[in-house]
């Protein structure tokens, strides 16, 4: 079992900079328009050649009211009609995507995300499941892992039901933060008690995992009101807890130039709450497994932490980093094999595309022999916190000292500060080290720059 985390104030002061999630490498950033619906098609033949399993992404964008921080793909309105044209849309894609793929290729795990899954009716939610099992070999005894995102002001105990009817078995409950006057400034009102009771909900309804998201560095946060939201949260008793850093960039998404940055609180508050929330998330026995994400011992992900088997995709940490991903919908993005693909993020102009019957592919990346050595390097280093060079080099044929040789005095010099444990064979990070990761990742990263590290969160 990995040792808890140590909180080192020296390390995050050195190393705390602003650099990718990696979700996947290289990131979307690095993504380009000469890749084009021709390379997601011949993608999907090498899949269904090779009998790969899949995971679904599936995206609705329409969301009710705006939250203030929100960096996500989403078209804001009250009118709840807009949804008809883009599950037609969907079908369509659904339709051109689902013919090159295989009956055998199961789809092991599915996630509806947003926007607001659950601003679809439950009729539509009915219509989006019927037009999924059509076209892909989703499973129905319950052994996949399909999950919903959670607006509790948008869902109640039959909307519970009814995903639970349609297969769902894992939900992520979006809470950010329970202070009424930080709700305010965020423009998200939302109480405990209606997220208890969708918790309450999942739980009798016999949900799977019940995943709960709070957000540190909002407006008006304080660490002593930020504590009681975690400490409310955790006697909510979630399977997974993520505790994301707020990213204000004003500058890249519009709805958070109405926050005002005279109310967010000071990097020392910040770092504060952190400090304080992984201390009460260890107290009440949850483990850190990485990148924001804790889980109780048990969870699948930190089960898949001991055995090696973790892994990470444009879903988060997963079990199912061996399936071909498939986006649908908006801003969706692909991962099969080495093809990186994303949709357009203009949602006219990708319902227009497939009205037209035509897949709506904006940009995309075709991995290289460098990036694929790159990306297993992040992929064990974020998800396992060690590296055996080893493995590296019986996979891809390389010698890794020579390989990655003009890194090697700031691994040293990352091994001096104390942050990991470098030898000629392997690279260890250590307890307190484990929250700069990022950093740590960010070395390997091919294409990197100070112009690029912009576009990103800072990594506490």
Not at 99 to 124: K, N
């Amino acid at each position: 079992m990995l040792d808890a985390i140590h909180w080192d104030s020296e390390l995050i002061r050195r190393y705390d900079q602003a650099g990718p999630r990696y979700t996947s490498y290289p990131t979307a950033l690095q993504f380009h328009p000469g890749i084009g619906a021709f390379d997601l098609l011949h993608a999907l033949r090498d899949s269904r050649k090779a009998q790969r399993p899949l995971s679904l992404y599936v995206h609705v964008p329409f969301c009710a009211n705006i939250c203030y921080y929100c960096a996500c793909n989403k078209v804001i309105t009250k009118d709840r009609g807009r949804a008809h044209a883009y599950l037609q849309a969907l079908a369509q894609e659904m339709t051109l995507v689902g013919r090159h793929l295989d009956e055998r290729q199961r789809v092991e795990q599915l996630h509806l995300g947003g926007g607001t899954p659950t601003f679809l009716s439950h009729d539509e939610l009915r219509l989006l499941m019927n037009q999924l099992h059509q076209h892909f070999t989703l499973l129905d005894d319950d052994s996949g892992d399909y999950g919903i995102e959670i607006d509790p002001r948008e869902a109640d105990w039959p909307t519970m039901g009814l995903l639970r009817e349609l297969g769902f078995n894992r939900v992520s409950i979006g809470v950010q933060d329970l202070d009424p006057a930080v709700q305010r400034a965020i423009n998200r009102l939302q109480s405990l008690e209606e997220t208890r009771a969708i918790v309450e909900a999942a739980r009798t309804l016999q949900f799977r995992s019940v995943s709960i998201d709070l957000i540190y560095g909002l407006p008006l946060q304080t660490p002593e009101h930020f504590a009681r939201t975690v400490e409310a949260v955790i006697d909510l008793q979630p399977d997974r807890l993520s505790l994301f850093n707020y990213a204000h960039l004003p500058e890249r998404f519009m709805p958070q130039r109405r926050i005002d940055c005279g109310e967010l609180p000071s990097a020392g508050k910040k770092l504060a709450m952190l400090h304080n929330s992984i201390e009460q998330l260890n107290a009440a026995g949850y483990r850190y497994i990485g990148m924001d994400h804790f889980a109780l011992p048990d969870d699948e992900l930190a089960s898949a932490q001991e055995d090696g088997s973790l892994q990470r995709n444009f879903q988060g940490y997963t079990t199912h980093g061996h399936c071909d991903v498939i986006g649908l919908g908006v801003s969706a993005i692909s991962q099969i094999g080495d093809l990186f693909c994303q949709n357009n993020s203009d949602l006219g102009a990708y319902q227009q595309n497939l009205s037209s019957g035509q897949l709506s592919i904006q940009r995309g990346l075709q991995c290289t022999a460098d990036d694929r050595v790159r990306r297993a390097v992040i992929q064990q280093l974020i998800c396992h916190f060690q590296l055996d060079f080893a493995m590296i080099e019986q996979a891809f044929g390389i010698d890794f000292r020579d390989c990655f040789a003009d890194i090697w005095p700031q691994l040293q010099q990352m091994a001096k500060d104390g942050l990991l444990v470098l030898s000629d064979r392997s690279i260890d990070v250590r307890p307190s080290g484990r929250l700069l990761v990022r950093s740590l990742c960010m070395l390997f990263d091919h294409y990197l720059n100070q112009h690029s590290r912009q576009r990103f969160s800072r990594v506490i």
